[in-house]
């Protein structure tokens, strides 16, 4: 089971941190990510990290603004979105999978366990 917190609104320019708290299994060895979803658009890619440590990916829209962090520990996973843009506003859902292709972490069908969303809404 996978929950998502921290949306919220925000003024341009702001910024916030989404959690996604994993339980009920081990994900210590999951490719966890972050995908979007606005009002009628298509979900999209985030990001994603690697459990391992390996690897670390970003679209190109957030890359510089966002990052991607985890603590094995506490068995989650969060996402750091700094200078916020009304572009940004969606509902922000967390994935995991326990192998994922390097090729294929962008793709939302890559992913078997889903989160139930997070509102996030930039204000201009």
């Known amino acids: 089971q996978l929950q998502a917190s921290g949306g919220g609104l925000v003024q341009a320019g702001g910024s916030l941190r989404l959690s996604c708290a994993a339980s009920?299994?081990?994900?210590?060895?999951?490719?966890m990510a972050w995908f979007r979803q606005a009002p009628g658009k298509e979900r999209e890619f985030v990001a994603a990290i690697r459990w391992s440590g390996l690897g670390t990916y970003y679209a190109d829209s957030v890359k510089g603004r966002f990052t991607m962090s985890r603590d094995n520990a506490k068995n989650t996973v969060y996402l750091q979105m700094n200078s916020l843009k009304p572009e940004d506003t969606a509902v922000y859902y967390c994935?995991?999978?326990?192998?994922?292709?390097?090729?294929?972490?962008?793709?939302?069908?890559?992913?078997?366990?889903w989160g139930q969303g997070t509102l996030v809404t930039v204000s201009s």
């Open positions: 994935a995991a999978d326990p192998a994922v292709g390097l090729g294929l972490v962008r793709r939302f069908t890559s992913y078997k366990y």
């Open positions: 009920g299994r081990t994900f210590s060895s999951y490719v």
